[in-house]
């Protein structure tokens, strides 16, 4: 019966590995690797976030709402407006990349949900009027609750994801080396 060995590098090896390789490899590693993270925050804020129609705030809308709002596949706003913006599309990417800042940020798109702050949050109720009525709605704190959630499978999800990156540029690295050998 073959036997496979299995040598696990220990820490060191592995970060001199990686600072070995090229700046722009480290930088694609771990942009595919945070981005990764991020979906998996996202999954999990996606699972805690209300939807209209199972709050009961659907019974609310008037039959023109319903009517343009109709569609037993569509997804909710909430749930649609969620992205991931990753760090060079953020307002001072430049100046995070000239301190080597690799992220991605989760959060609503404010064109699709512009409610979302509301719906986390809480806010006072305004009943079709322009005068609060002086009762409180309650936030939900689904994003916030979903984040924390999120946390363990992203850190695990960025790490799996980096270590697969980084066997895959080590493998097409050495494919390249052996290339160029034989010319």
Do not use: C
């Amino acid at each position: 019966m073959p036997q496979v060995k299995l040598q696990v590098p220990d820490f060191k090896q592995v970060v001199n590995g990686f600072e070995a390789i090229s700046d722009s490899v480290q930088r694609r590693v771990m942009r595919s690797s945070i981005s990764a993270g991020a979906t998996e925050i996202k999954k999990s804020i996606r699972k805690k976030t209300p939807e209209s129609r199972k709050t009961g705030t659907r019974d609310l809308w008037s039959k023109s709402t319903k009517a343009r709002r109709a569609g037993a596949n569509k997804k909710s706003p909430l749930k649609q407006s969620l992205v991931t913006k990753p760090s060079s599309k953020w307002r001072n990417s430049s100046q995070l990349a000239s301190k080597g800042i690799i992220g991605a940020s989760v959060g609503h798109d404010y064109s699709i949900a512009p409610h979302a702050h509301l719906v986390e949050e809480g806010h006072e109720l305004y009943a079709w009027s322009s005068e609060p009525s002086g009762y409180w709605v309650a936030g939900t704190n689904y994003f916030s609750e979903g984040q924390k959630e999120g946390a363990a499978p992203a850190s695990s999800k960025i790490k799996s994801k980096a270590r697969e990156r980084f066997e895959a540029e080590v493998v097409k690295a050495y494919k390249k080396e052996q290339k160029k050998k034989n010319g």
